[in-house]
């Protein structure tokens, strides 16, 4: 009866703004606009206060270190599923956060695609070349410094299937250094790997979680060997603390 709730309720909070936001974003822009923002600041929170309702799924989102973040800054962190979208939407309310994705996550995810796509997220061309790609995050940089909003980058570039930390690529993320020139928060996250499809996330809902964490801040990094450094070392950080996470029981902070 649980399960059907939940989907019941998560459904009837998709669905209106989904089918609102399709409508809106290719007639009038600042609508969408509104809706996306109604979107993470309002079903963002509501989303994983259904799943703790209903299926005793926790959100853990850790406050150690945000009374030191910059007043700009760039978040990295690992990437496990599709669901770590708001996962920072929630944990970071009082913030604007953009993502780095590929550009398939703008078309056809309900929710999610308009959203990304209204509020000017960097969605770059699967098929694009690397000059091409880094011309789409140059632009993306100066334009959430303009803004001060906050670019997430996942620098594995694809969501693992166990949940272990994959090989960082370094390009991507020395480009947006180099075109915010803004200090650089590593976070960790763990639990979006266990509902990265339909069948994991019926079975695994039910008292599992979700964390967040940010576990360093670097000052602005300045040279090619600085951002190598940063990703070395973020990269042990986010797989250390993954593997005390799950030593923990799933409902224990």
């Known amino acids: 009866m649980s399960s059907f709730l939940t989907i019941l309720c998560l459904f009837s909070m998709v669905i209106p703004a989904s089918l609102a936001n399709i409508l809106a974003y290719p007639v009038c822009k600042k609508l969408s606009v509104r809706i996306s923002d109604y979107i993470v600041k309002v079903l963002a929170p ?46 970071l309310r009082d913030r604007e956060v953009r993502f780095i994705a590929k550009d398939t ?50 620098p594995e570039g694809s969501r693992t299937r166990d949940g272990n930390v994959g090989k960082f690529f370094s390009a991507g993320f020395r480009q947006l250094t180099e075109s915010t020139g803004l200090p650089v928060v590593v976070c960790a996250l763990d639990g979006g790997w266990r509902l990265r499809d339909l069948r994991k996330l019926v079975s695994n809902l039910k008292h599992g979680s979700y964390r967040v964490k940010i576990l360093k801040i670097y000052d602005a990094p300045k040279t090619k060997e600085e951002c190598n450094t940063i990703l070395e070392e973020s990269r042990i950080l986010m797989q250390q603390q993954i593997e005390y996470w799950r030593q923990l029981p799933t409902n224990k902070k």
């Open 46 to 91: 509501r989303l994983f206060a259904i799943l703790y309702t209903y299926r005793k799924f926790h959100f853990f989102g850790y406050e150690q270190k945000k009374d030191e973040l910059p007043e700009n800054f760039i978040i990295i962190a690992n990437h496990q599923s599709l669901l770590d979208i708001p996962l920072f939407m929630n944990f």
């Open 105 to 154: 996550l703008g078309r056809h995810i309900p929710l999610v695609s308009e959203m990304l796509r209204a509020q000017e997220h960097c969605l770059i061309p699967r098929k694009a070349k690397p000059m091409e790609a880094m011309r789409y995050i140059s632009d993306f940089g100066k334009r959430v410094v303009e803004r001060k909003q906050v670019p997430i980058l996942f």
